[in-house]
C-alpha cells in the first residue's frame, strides 16, 4: 500500500457502474453518520486492492457465503461548502436518458430512490485519523427496485401519474 501522508491530497479516482448503500444524501442525523450527508460505495476486490495500493485505506469485511471474496466498501461525503459536489440523477425510459442536476436542498431525495448503479469521480485527503473522499461528480442511475408485476394485466405503467 502506498503511503498516504496527513495532509496530503489523493489523485481523484473514478469508478463505474458500482453499487451504493447507506445513503443519507439529506444529511439527517443518526441515520448512518450524523449531520453529514454520505454514502457508502461498495467494491469489488480488484478495486479494494488497486485502491489500498493507492492509499485510499478501503475497508473489507468476509463476503456473504463461506468461501466468497471479501467486499470492500468506503464512505463518502457529499459536500456542498467548500467545492459543491456536482450530483446527477438520471432515469432512463424507453432507451431514452433524462438527468437532473440536485442542488442542495433536493439532493436529500436520493435518499427515497432506489440507485441501480453510480458513475462517480471522488476526490480525497489524508488526515490523522484517516482518509476523507468527498464526491466530486456523481451520475445516479434511478431505476425501479421492483418490478410490477401485474403492471401489464391491468394495463398499468410505471411512467403513468398515480389518479390519487
Request: charged share 25%; hydrophobic share 35%; glycine share 10%.
Amino acid at each position: 500500500m502506498a503511503k498516504a501522508y496527513k495532509g496530503e491530497t489523493l489523485d481523484a479516482i473514478t469508478l463505474e457502474g458500482v453499487q451504493i448503500t447507506n445513503k443519507n444524501f439529506s444529511g439527517m442525523n443518526g441515520r448512518f453518520d450524523d449531520g453529514k450527508r454520505t454514502f457508502t460505495v461498495k467494491l469489488s476486490q480488484d478495486d479494494s486492492e488497486r485502491l489500498n495500493r493507492l492509499g485510499w485505506d478501503v475497508n473489507l469485511v468476509d463476503g456473504y457465503n463461506p468461501g466468497d471474496p471479501p467486499i470492500g466498501y468506503m464512505n463518502v461525503q457529499v459536500r456542498y461548502d467548500r467545492i459543491p459536489a456536482k450530483v446527477w440523477t438520471v432515469i432512463e425510459s424507453e432507451g431514452n436518458m433524462s438527468r437532473s442536476l440536485r442542488t442542495e436542498e433536493t439532493v436529500g431525495a436520493l435518499d427515497n430512490m432506489y440507485v441501480k448503479s453510480a458513475d462517480l469521480v471522488i476526490g480525497g485527503s489524508v488526515f490523522s485519523s484517516g482518509v476523507g473522499r468527498y464526491l466530486r461528480t456523481g451520475y445516479f442511475v434511478i431505476g425501479e427496485q421492483f418490478e410490477d408485476q401485474f403492471a401489464e394485466k391491468y394495463g398499468y405503467s410505471a411512467d403513468e401519474d398515480c389518479p390519487f
